[in-house]
C-alpha cells in the first residue's frame, strides 16, 4: 500500500536538487496555447509546451548565462520553461507585465550546434519572440524606463556574444574574391532575425522616446552592436546595417560617437588586421551619412576623407568593398569639388605596382572623379597623374591599358586634356608611340591609334614637335645601348686575356670632369 502511494508521487529530477543546491526558488509558468503572427518572420505553432529546468537571469543585469547549457549563474532557477499567454488573451491592463514577463522568458539562450536539442523550447522561444515583434510594432503609449531597461536587457542577452571563429582570414589577406564561396551562416538565426527584427522595429517605432532611452542604448551598447558587423553571416549584417542607419537618425546625441567608433574600426583594419568582413555595409551607411553633411563641410569630414576613406584603398581585399568606397569619395567630391585633387592625390599614393584588377579598380574610380573635376583642380595634379596613366597605358594586362584609354571616351575629360594638352601630350606621347609600335593586343593597338589621332587633328604642330622629340630620345636611347654593349664586349675581352695570362691588365678609362685619368 505504502508502495503504491509513493509512486503517485511526483519524482524530483536531479535539475531540482542541483537548484536547491545554489539556493535557488522554483517557479513555473503557466503554459496557455496562444499563437503568434508576423507578416515578415513566419507564424507557429504555441501550445501546452513545458520543458525541464533553465536557469533564468536573477536580475536585470544577469544577462551573460546560457540557458540551454543548463548552467544558473544566478541564485534563481526556474524548474520549467513555458508558453505564457499571448497578449489577445489577456486585458488591455495586463499586456505590461505580459510584454515585460516575455521580456525575461526571451534571454534564455538556446545552443544551435545540436539541431535535435530543445526543439521545443526553441519554438516556445520563437514564438513568444514573434509576439513581443507584433506588440512593438502596434504599441501605442511611450515605452516606460523599466521597460525600456527590460528591452535592452533581452536583446543584449541575445545579440552581443563572441563571433564564430573566421576559417577564411587568410584568404582575406590574400586578397581572393571570395564572393565565390558560400558565406558562413549562423546556425542561431531562426532566433537570432526575429531580435533583430524586434530592435529594428523598436527603435523605428515612434513610441521609443530617444531622450528616454539614450540611457539604455548608450555608448557601451553601440560599440557592442557595431562589433557584431564582423560577423560572416551576411543576413545579421544586413539587419545590422538597418539597425545602425535607424539608430544614428534617432539618436542625434550619439552621432559623432558612432562616427568616431567608425574610424577606429577602419583603423584598426587598414593599418593592423586587414580582416573585416563589415567593412562594405559600414561604408554604405557612411554613403548615406555623408550624403546628408551640410554645406560647407566641416573640417571634420574633410579629415575624416584624408585619414580614413582615401587609406582605405591600401588593403589588398579591396574588391570586397571599393562600390561602396567609391560612392563615399564621390559625395566628397560632389559637395565640394575643390577635394578632387586631393582625392586623386591620394589615388596616386596608394596605386597598386603589381595587382593589375586593383589597377582597373583604381581607374575606374578616376574616370568618376574627373569627371566631377574642374580645370584648377585638374591643373594643380595633372602632371602626376598622366605620368601614371602613361604607365598605365603601356601595361603588359590589356585590361589595364584599355580601361586608361577608355578615359578618352568621357566628353568632360577629353576637353580638360584637350585644354591642357601642351602638357599633357609630351608626357603620355611616348606610351602612345610604343602601344601603337608594338603592343601585343589588338583592341589596344586599336584604341591608342584612335587617341593619337585625336591629338593629330587637334594640334598637329604638338604633335610633330613631340614625335621629334621622341625620335631624337630614342636615337640617344640607342647610342647609350651601344655604347653598353661595347664597353661589356670589351670588359669580356679583358677578362680573357686576364683569364690566359698572369699578369693583371690595367683598363684606362676616360678622363674625368676635372681632366685626370686613371685606370680600372
Known sequence: ???????????????????????????????????????????????????SSFPLPNSTADVGWKGANLKPNGNHVFSAYEALPAFKDVPASEKQNLFIKMLNLCCVVFDFSDPTKNLKEKEIKRQTLLELVEYVTSANGKFSDAVLQEIVKMISANLFRSLNPQPRENK??????????????????????????????????????????????????????????????????????TILHRIYGKFMVHRPFIRKTINNIFFRFIFETEKHNGIAEILEILGSIINGFALPLKEEHKVFLVRVLIPLHKPKCLAMYHQHLSYCIMQFVEKDCKLADTVIGGLLKYWPITNSSKEVMFLNELDEVLEATQPPEFQRCMVPLFHQIASCLNSLHFQVAERALFLWNNDHIENLIIQNRKVILPIIFPALEKNARNHWNQAVHGLTLNVRKIFYDLDPELFKECLLKFQEDESKEDEIEVRRETKWKRLEELAEKKASGSEAVLVPHKASANGSSGYI
Open 1 to 51: 500500500m505504502l508502495k503504491q502511494i509513493l509512486s503517485k508521487l511526483p519524482r524530483k529530477s536531479f535539475k531540482t536538487a542541483d537548484s536547491r543546491e545554489h539556493g535557488g526558488n522554483q517557479a513555473t509558468y503557466s503554459s496557455v496555447s496562444g499563437g503568434s503572427k508576423s507578416r515578415d518572420l513566419g507564424t507557429g505553432k504555441s501550445g501546452n509546451l513545458s520543458a
Open 172 to 241: 582575406v589577406v590574400e586578397g581572393l574574391d571570395l564572393e565565390e564561396e558560400e558565406p558562413s551562416m549562423d546556425p542561431a538565426w531562426p532566433h537570432l532575425q526575429i531580435v533583430y527584427e524586434f530592435l529594428l522595429r523598436f527603435v523605428a517605432s515612434p513610441e521609443t522616446d530617444a531622450k528616454l532611452a539614450k540611457r539604455y542604448v548608450d555608448q557601451s551598447f553601440i560599440i557592442k552592436l557595431l562589433d557584431l558587423f564582423d560577423s560572416e553571416d551576411p543576413r545579421e549584417r544586413e539587419y545590422l546595417k
